[in-house]
């Protein structure tokens, strides 16, 4: 049981910054939280390929003369960084629509509580 | 040797439509409108050449810049890839058409950046229906996803924080199809739709796959408002500008239900499918979604939300559908993914017209003066409602009527119960209206109603869905001999 905790220790840090995020998204009332929440949400799920992607005692996915290019497990697998790159582009995108959307609200409403919203919307 | 390249050309296509917005603004106030009906025009002949083409001469695999898969993307267009795409070009083409006036008095300022966003949503929709790479459809969902927030949250306030809501949960959805791609990956090694399938086959089930099929299909069910995950979808669609639901609620959610279609049969391993009863546990949560949708439908006011809840009923026959896993079934969801987008295309212009004609889209405000004000709409309306209720010879009633052959074959009596009891509570809620517009009381109509400008523009493209719409049911049979029998991933 230990030891799933140990060799895994990476992804359930991962999974705690998951659900640290999901709660930012879900829980909180504040419409910037749940803005900051996304933000985590998304910053595990890199993560995440960061770590499916890392191999111990590996070098940079950059060709080295010194190694050979026959043993693929010196280098790490770039594939994840690259996916990543695109997600990032991504998550910046989203979080600019998201707060373009409250700027908006906040001019006509003048609050961004999800209860006192609710209250001037009725 | 433009067929080689049709894959890439409905996508490219659309996103050329939204880079020549600008520019196109530059020349008239109008230029971007006739930009956009000519890229979704282009866009179309595409997809119907392409479809044709798959049909005569078998499926297309393009390369994306030389890279062969599986290092490579690939785009794939088969029999369901380009019927989908077909479906998407042609309601974009007329909700295009029909969107000038609407977005003139809607959308405040120029209408640039809101056309330019319907392209975005478009190539990212059409990109979703080609790819055949798991990491490219989540590029592609989240284009069309930010073009959709951006849409449904234009105009007023009240539907950014609707858009807000929607962008949350979306953004979550689409985050956990991304976990899912990344078990997906730790397991095969690789992102390629075809090799994933044939890397399945080899290795069997293992305890990643299984959480990445769970991952997936809980971010698609998002994405398509499949029953406990459809909170979304009322608010955004209720306080959207007219031509954002009447172009986002055809064909939006049915692209997740594509998406859910091609994994669930092509690539997610048969054992893991199995094993978790999956097919059960959609085909179940589509019935609850037919019955919650319908009953919810029942007691609103306003004609937007009424036909949003009856989008999530609409969501449950295509995920029952897919949930029966037999012909039938599937023969019944890929009918109602065309003939929905048709209905509901049709009835959310309809609200549209309402609205540029002055009158509220409060049900209770409706009157006989409507029917002789605006004899065409209300009759498109007419047609568009009973085929939601699923009379013949209307297209609502044939794919009901598949499923309700599919359902019968497998024994489910209570799914045949589910879609009675729905066209019964559909016929009430729509009869509520049908019956105000043709039976209700209301004095004489003044002998000159004054006439909006562009009303052809208006009238037209509902007219030509509604008049699709009694076509697609008399020539269902050829629809699925021809074009839905070849795209069955069983033997029939």
């Known amino acids: ?122 | 040797m433009i067929a080689q390249h049709l894959p890439i050309l409905v996508v490219l296509t659309f996103f050329a439509g939204a880079l020549l917005m600008p520019l196109a603004g530059l020349l008239h106030r109008r230029a971007p409108w006739m930009v956009a009906v000519c890229t979704c025009f282009t866009a179309t002949l595409a997809a119907v050449y392409a479809l044709l083409h798959v049909a005569a001469e078998g499926t297309v695999r393009y390369a994306m810049g030389g890279w062969r898969p599986p290092i490579g993307i690939e785009l794939v267009a088969d029999p369901l890839s380009t019927f989908v795409a077909v479906v998407l070009g042609l309601l974009s083409l007329i909700v295009m058409v029909h969107s000038r006036e609407p977005v003139e008095r809607e959308i405040e300022g120029e209408p640039i950046t809101y056309y330019a966003s319907a392209m975005l949503l478009l190539g990212g929709l059409s990109g979703i229906v080609m790819t055949g790479d798991l990491f490219n459809l989540y590029v592609f969902l989240e284009i069309s996803s930010l073009a959709s927030y951006a849409l449904l949250g234009c105009g007023s306030a009240r539907a950014s924080v609707s858009a807000f809501r929607y962008l949350m949960l979306g953004t979550l959805g689409a985050s956990f199809y991304l976990i899912g791609v990344g078990f997906m990956f730790v397991d095969t090694g690789s992102l390629n739709m075809a090799d994933v399938t044939a890397i399945f086959a080899e290795t069997g089930l293992t305890p990643l796959t299984t959480l990445a099929v769970i991952f997936i299909l809980v971010g698609m069910g998002i994405k398509m408002a499949l029953l406990p995950l459809h909170q979304w979808l009322p608010d955004a669609y209720t306080y959207a500008p007219a031509t954002s639901t009447a172009l986002i609620a055809p064909i939006g959610t049915k692209v997740a239900a594509y998406v859910l279609i091609r994994l669930l049969y092509e690539v997610f391993p048969a054992e893991a499918i199995r094993h978790l009863h999956l097919l059960d546990v959609i085909a179940a949560l589509g019935a609850v979604g037919i019955i919650w949708g319908s009953v919810m439908a029942l007691p609103q006011k306003n004609i937007k939300r009424m036909l949003a809840y009856s989008s999530v009923a609409q969501i449950g026959y295509i995920a029952l559908g897919i949930g029966l896993g037999t012909t039938y079934g599937f023969i019944g969801a890929i009918l109602h993914i065309l003939n929905h987008a048709c209905m509901k295309g049709c009835l959310f212009m309809v609200t549209a017209n309402l609205e540029a004609r002055g009158k509220g889209i409060r049900i209770d405000g409706l009157t006989a003066e409507l029917r002789r004000e605006m004899p065409v709409t209300a009759a498109c309306f007419t047609i568009a409602a009973i085929s939601m209720i699923g009379l013949p010879p209307t297209a609502g009633f044939f794919s009901k009527w598949y499923l309700l052959l599919g359902s019968y074959e497998e024994g489910r009596w209570i799914y045949i119960a589910v879609i009675l009891i729905s066209s019964l509570l559909n016929a009430v809620y729509f009869f509520r209206i049908i019956e105000r517009m043709y039976l209700g009381g209301g004095e004489e109509a003044p002998a000159q109603a004054p006439s909006p400008r562009g009303t052809a523009l208006l009238i037209g493209p509902v007219l030509a869905l509604g008049l699709s719409l009694i076509a697609l049911g008399v020539g269902n049979l050829l629809i699925v001999n021809y074009f839905i029998l070849p795209m069955l991933p069983f033997a029939p």
């Open chain 1, 1 to 122: 049981m230990l030891e799933l905790f140990h060799d895994y220790g990476a992804y359930w840090m991962c999974f705690l910054i998951l659900t640290i995020g999901l709660y930012g998204m879900l829980v909180k009332k504040n419409y910037i939280k749940k803005v900051i929440g996304m933000t985590i949400f998304q910053a595990a799920i890199i993560l995440f390929f960061i770590i499916a992607g890392y191999k111990e005692f590996a070098t940079v996915p950059v060709r080295d003369p010194g190694l050979s290019t026959e043993n693929v497990d010196a280098y790490i697998n770039p594939l994840p960084h690259a996916l990543m790159l695109t997600a990032i582009v991504v998550g910046v995108a989203t979080v600019g629509v998201a707060l373009s959307l409250l700027i908006r609200v906040y001019a006509r409403y003048g609050t961004l509580d999800e209860d006192a919203l609710e209250d001037k919307m009725q």
